[in-house]
């Protein structure tokens, strides 16, 4: 029998990428992690602020949880590109690594989403569970036409190490394998960890996380490794709303991920 179709948009099609690469603006951060986050820049708390910020051309998807989607994106929906993030669990969880089904692919549909975005924490007790909720999540977004990116995050009792460069390149190769069109894998620690993280991970792009808020020149310096090392872009938070002048640091983004600067070209944008 001859496939016809398998039911997959390429990314490269979808709103979420632009001349093939993506800069999402993470913003769960108030699940995951508390207001603690929203300590060094009071007004990054206030969901508008960060809606605002993610009107700046660089960005090509804001990622949030059902609350703040419904509450809102219908004022945002012609400028902002909703990567509806389906899963997250707070930092108060104490159990082994899991992270809760907050929406349904489907009410994010309802509400606008553009693209769907689940955490799988492999090497949790709780891995098979969650892989099988992926799978739901991943033939439904199929359905409505959704691109799906996976926050791919070995952790638990199976994981010693979750930045060892082996581990992260497994994260990813197992994001393909799962059927994920994106995964967001945490930086590896070298180039050539880089570069055999977006091997293992195939047609499956990958995006960098941010991670926690580093100074201007440290956190464009890892952009452009992990860019030149064939990552397609980057999922950031903290180290954009982090900062008092957060459209600065997009633009110098832009301009790596987008324009292929300098790190020296992009510094010289997020001082004007
Ligand atoms: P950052 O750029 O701030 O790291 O955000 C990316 C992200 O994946 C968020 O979506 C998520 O809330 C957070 O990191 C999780 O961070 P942690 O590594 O502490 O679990």
Same mark, same amino acid.
């Given at each position: ?6 039911? @997959?948009?390429?990314? %490269? %099609? ?9 800069? =999402? ?6 699940? &995951?992690?508390?207001? =603690?986050?929203? $300590?060094?820049?009071? &007004?990054?708390?206030?969901? &508008?602020?960060?809606? %605002? ?5 660089? =960005?090509?998807?804001?990622? #949030? ?27 108060? !969880?104490?159990? $082994?690594? %899991?992270?809760?089904?907050? !929406? ?6 309802? #509400? ?16 098979? $569970? ?9 033939? *439904? ?8 990116? @996976? !926050? ?20 990813? /190769? ?7 069109? =994106? ?11 880089? $570069? ?6 195939? *047609? ?9 808020? /580093?100074?201007? /020149?440290?956190?464009?310096? *890892? ?16 180290? #954009? ?6 459209? *600065? ?24």
């Amino acid at each position: 029998m001859v496939a016809t179709d398998t039911r @997959m948009r390429p990314i %490269d %099609d979808t709103p979420l990428a632009r001349d093939g690469k993506l800069l =999402v603006l993470a913003y769960d951060h108030g699940l &995951e992690h508390g207001p =603690v986050d929203f $300590e060094a820049v009071p &007004e990054s708390a206030d969901p &508008e602020h960060v809606f %605002d910020v993610a009107t700046h051309p660089a =960005v090509t998807g804001l990622a #949030v949880q059902k609350g703040i989607a419904e509450a809102y994106y219908p004022s945002y929906a012609d400028e902002v590109t909703l990567l509806a993030k389906l899963n997250g669990t707070s930092n108060l !969880w104490m159990g $082994e690594y %899991d992270s809760a089904l907050n !929406w349904s692919v489907d009410y994010a549909a309802e #509400v606008g989403a553009d693209a769907v975005g689940f955490t799988l924490y492999s090497g949790s007790n709780h891995e098979v $569970e969650m892989a099988e909720e992926f799978r739901a999540v991943h033939e *439904r977004a199929r359905d409505h036409d959704l691109p799906v990116v @996976m !926050w791919s995050y070995p952790r638990g009792q199976g994981v010693k190490n979750d930045t060892k460069p082996g581990v992260i390149a497994y994260a990813a /190769r197992q994001a393909l394998e799962l059927g994920a069109d =994106v995964s967001k894998v945490k930086y590896p620690g070298s180039a050539a960890a880089m $570069e055999r993280v977006t091997e293992m991970a195939g *047609r499956t792009k990958v995006i960098m996380s941010g991670g926690s808020k /580093r100074d201007d /020149r440290a956190f464009l310096e *890892r952009v452009r490794t992990a860019m030149d090392a064939g990552a397609a872009g980057l999922a950031v938070g903290r180290n #954009v709303f982090q900062r008092d002048q957060p459209r *600065r640091i997009l633009d110098a983004l832009e301009l790596l991920v987008f324009e292929d600067a300098t790190v020296d070209r992009a510094l010289d944008a997020a001082k004007r």
